[in-house]
């Protein structure tokens, strides 16, 4: 099975600010990596999908990078409503898998 | 747009099955999958397998393969997942999605809201 390793598992930032969360696949999943927020008692909600491209609806402040091994998900002018966890998924190969989660607090 | 709408929260025995129910609404049933999801107290989301709406067709994890049912009924447009053989590490919240699959692209677009199943003796 592909692992997935999030960096970091929790994330302290203020309103306004700009995040980065790495996301690391043990091997290659070309471009097939998915971003998904959860807040607690609610539907994780799709952010990102095959990398980079924008799900519908989400605003523009959501943004990935990245291919092979290596993603990332930026987050800028961090607001309220984002406070929340971020999870990874690759969907190259079944059994797809996502990361552990990245925990996004206020600070 | 889409929606999909799960069943009830459960309270099973260890060693008892359950069936939850997802119904779509909103949009063409048969030509999107069905991926389950699942998160224990305090864990991460584990996927649980995908379903061809249209086929019928499956994939499940190796770990769960042998307790793990999803089917559909294309006439109410709804999709269910039977998980056998429960044990306390089963108790989670667990959602279907919608699993968009075109060329290169494969995500989950449309989440229900979960269903909580609590196993206890």
């Known amino acids: 099975d592909i692992q997935m390793t999030q960096s970091p598992s929790s994330l302290s930032a203020s309103v306004g600010d700009r995040v980065t969360i790495t996301c690391r696949a043990s091997q290659s999943i070309t471009t097939y990596l998915n971003w998904y927020q959860h807040k607690p008692g609610t539907a994780p909600k799709l952010l990102i999908y095959?990398?980079?491209s924008l799900h519908s609806g989400v605003p523009s402040k959501f943004s990935g990078r990245g291919s092979g091994t290596d993603f990332t998900l930026t987050i800028s002018g961090l607001q309220p409503e984002d406070f929340a966890t971020y999870y990874c998924?690759?969907?190259?190969?079944?059994?797809?898998?996502f990361g552990q989660g990245t925990k996004l607090e206020i600070k | 747009q889409g929606q999909l709408m799960q069943s009830a929260t459960e309270v099973k025995k260890p060693g008892a099955s359950v069936k939850i129910s997802c119904k779509a609404s909103g949009y063409n049933f048969t030509i999107f999958g069905i991926t389950w999801v699942r998160q224990a107290p305090g864990q991460g989301l584990e996927w649980m397998g995908w379903m061809s709406v249209y086929s019928g067709n499956t994939k499940y994890p190796k770990k769960l393969q042998d307790r793990i049912t999803m089917t559909r009924d294309k006439s109410t447009t709804t999709a269910y997942m039977e998980l056998r053989s429960l044990r306390s590490d089963d108790t989670a919240v667990y959602y279907c999605a919608r699993d968009v699959s075109v060329g290169s692209e494969w995500y989950f677009d449309i989440w229900g809201r979960g269903t909580l199943v609590t196993v206890s003796s």
């Open positions: 095959s990398a980079s």
């Open positions: 998924q690759q969907s190259y190969v079944t059994p797809f898998t």
